[in-house]
C-alpha cells in the first residue's frame, strides 16, 4: 500500500511542472525597429584606437499593456531582422526574464535582450518612439 500512496504523490508533485515547461507565444505589434551600430576598440597603436563597427538591432514591441524594447546583436551565423517586421506589423512573441522571443516568418526564434519595460495606458497609443522614462 505504501508503494502505491509514493507513487501517487510522485504523480501529483511532478505533473504542474509538467504544463509550465516553456511560456506560450502571444501575438504582439511592432512599434519600431531600428538598425544601430556600436563602435568597439579592438587595440591601440601608438595611442591611436583601432576600431570595428559592430551592427545591432534595437525592436519596439508592445504585449498587451507593455512596449519591450529589445536589442539583437548580429553574429556571423545571423542574418538580418526580417523585412516583414516593420512598424505595425503584428509578430508571435514570448518574454522570458530577461528575454523577449519574436518568431521569423520560417518558424525560427529570434532572441532579444530586453533593455528596457514601458507600460502603456489603456487607450493611450504607440507611436514610433518608444516614451524614455525621463
Request: charged content about 20%; hydrophobic content about 40%; glycine content about 8%.
Amino acid at each position: 500500500m505504501r508503494p502505491l500512496i509514493a507513487t501517487l504523490a510522485l504523480i501529483f508533485l511532478t505533473q504542474p511542472t509538467l504544463y509550465a515547461a516553456e511560456a506560450q507565444y502571444q501575438t504582439a505589434v511592432v512599434v519600431e525597429v531600428q538598425e544601430k551600430t556600436n563602435m568597439r576598440v579592438l587595440y591601440y597603436v601608438v595611442d591611436t584606437p583601432i576600431t570595428k563597427d559592430e551592427p545591432y538591432y534595437e525592436i519596439s514591441v508592445q504585449l498587451k499593456g507593455t512596449v519591450y524594447l529589445g536589442r539583437y546583436l548580429l553574429g556571423h551565423t545571423q542574418g538580418p531582422l526580417p523585412v516583414e517586421w516593420g512598424s505595425g506589423a503584428t509578430v508571435e512573441a514570448r518574454v522570458e526574464g530577461r528575454h523577449l522571443f519574436l518568431k521569423r516568418p520560417s518558424g525560427s526564434d529570434v532572441d532579444f535582450a530586453i533593455v528596457k519595460r514601458t507600460a502603456v495606458k489603456p487607450g493611450e497609443k504607440t507611436s514610433g518612439a518608444v516614451p524614455s522614462g525621463k
